[in-house]
């Protein structure tokens, strides 16, 4: 096959060879091209990898034509399902009028997207920077945090994930994702609030939320006692859906605050009404970061990261910084497309609701299946971790493993994460309806009789 083969073609009108988006290659195909041109670090979920061809609204289709539920929606990014109408609409109007500018130019989109933003961030974060992906979003703000504090020290939590630049590997919370030793220097990872698996083996309350207060024997310890900043996501996504004790951000920043360092709060998998109530998670906990990152939902699966903070911190950037592709008009009107459904839906009130319907589903199976040691989340990010014995609390990744290709054949599509690969994470795109919630409970009642009698 010569390299320059450019797949398929139809002649047009004007008689020239023009690209057909879609060939209807088979998965067979695909994954051979698929083995041979892309690299084999790309991570795949099950044991033979999904080769999807088409979305519409809280379905994906396969090469092959099966449909399939969808109750993670690409890493909780189709926020409002697949390919929703009016953010189709949007971007299809938009790329005909203007695709890109760079950030060297200004346009109307962005400075809309950044007003959006800021009217929904909690308290003074108003100004916006605009990358690719949250990784990026949260390079941004530990850049940000660095300048503005003249400091270099990051305090981040174990079990943690911030994306893939270098600062993200050096500070990620599991062995299994990082494939290089810590890079960047003075990043100190502190016990993550992971109240199914106390790093201090206490319980909760009456730990008196132990985890919280290491933050103190960190600073003392492993820093100069002034880091630049303290940064968490509320909950922890890759983790597993850890869930914080409702006290525990207070009392973590207070130590924090006190070292005169900022608090960077990471909103990737957690913003925009996904965990129910709030626009943001971090509104559920009762405290103020002083910057804030976004990706993922914001803006329906196009590419974008966002970095907010107050004009104040905003402007210790005083170097020249650009990005090519940030905010870039079609990216920034999927964005705006999105915040409007989702202000129209009441999309915080919706993940409550809802979320509470799938939480009781996921509490009656618990109580069903020794299988699972734990149910946790807010809205609707909700996650259950397996184990093989409640006391001793011994993982279950096989068993996960075996109910998500259950829940495979089933057409029906989960998460899965955790330090040790034995947490289901359920998240589907938010304007999931009643009966799909009671449709999920059902096969995954099915996946954990076949896991639990495997």
């Not at 041109?37 to 979305?55: N, W």
């Not at 079990?159 to 919370?173: E, L, N, P, T």
């Not at 996904?274 to 976004?294: K, S």
Request: hydrophobic share 40%; proline share 6%.
């Amino acid at each position: 096959m010569s390299h320059h083969h450019h797949g398929p073609v139809a002649t047009g009108t004007d008689g020239k060879k023009h690209l057909t988006v879609l060939s209807n290659m088979d998965s067979a195909t695909v994954r051979k091209l698929h083995r041979e041109y892309v690299m084999p670090s790309t991570f795949h979920y099950y044991a033979e990898s999904l080769v999807l061809q088409k979305g519409e609204g809280m379905f994906v289709t396969d090469a092959e034509g099966v449909q399939y539920l969808d109750f993670f929606g690409g890493i909780l990014t189709v926020s409002l399902g697949h390919c929703h109408p009016e953010v189709v609409a949007a971007v299809r109007e938009q790329l005909g009028l203007l695709g890109h500018t760079s950030t060297l130019y200004q346009n109307e989109w962005i400075v809309r997207l950044a007003q959006q933003l800021a009217q929904h961030a909690p308290g003074k974060l108003q100004q916006s920077f605009f990358t690719n992906s949250g990784s990026e979003a949260d390079e941004t703000a530990i850049l940000l945090a660095k300048l503005y504090t003249g400091r270099q020290e990051i305090i981040a939590l174990r079990h943690s994930y911030s994306g893939r630049g270098m600062y993200a590997i050096s500070a990620m919370g599991h062995s299994s994702w990082r494939p290089i030793a810590p890079v960047m220097p003075g990043i100190s990872l502190m016990p993550a609030p992971y109240c199914y698996r106390c790093p201090f083996g206490l319980s909760y309350p009456s730990c008196d939320v132990r985890c919280a207060d290491d933050v103190k024997e960190v600073l003392a310890t492993t820093t100069t006692g002034h880091p630049a900043a303290f940064i968490a996501e509320p909950i922890l996504g890759v983790g597993g859906f850890i869930t914080p004790p409702k006290e525990y951000f207070q009392k973590v920043l207070e130590p924090i605050r006190k070292a005169g360092a900022l608090f960077i709060c990471d909103e990737v998998q957690t913003g925009f009404g996904r965990t129910g109530t709030y626009w943001n998670g971090i509104e559920h906990w009762g405290v103020q970061p002083d910057i804030m990152t976004y990706a993922k939902g914001i803006a329906s699966g196009m590419p974008m990261g966002a970095t907010i903070t107050t004009p104040e911190i905003a402007a210790a950037f005083k170097g020249l910084t650009i990005s090519t592709y940030g905010g870039n008009p079609v990216s920034s009107v999927a964005a705006l497309a999105t915040i409007h459904v989702m202000d129209r839906e009441n999309i915080p009130e919706r993940a409550a609701r809802l979320g509470n319907r799938l939480r009781q589903g996921l509490l009656a199976l618990q109580e069903k299946y020794p299988l699972i040691g734990d149910v946790r989340g807010m809205g609707l990010m909700q996650g259950i971790e397996l184990v093989e014995d409640r006391k001793t609390k011994e993982p279950a990744p096989k068993r996960a493993n075996h109910i998500i290709e259950t829940l495979r054949k089933r057409r029906f599509l989960i998460g899965k994460g955790g330090l040790y690969g034995n947490t289901l994470r359920i998240a589907p795109p938010m304007l999931v309806s009643e009966s799909q919630i009671d449709e999920a409970i059902a096969h995954l009642d099915v996946g954990l009789h076949e896991a639990s009698t495997s």
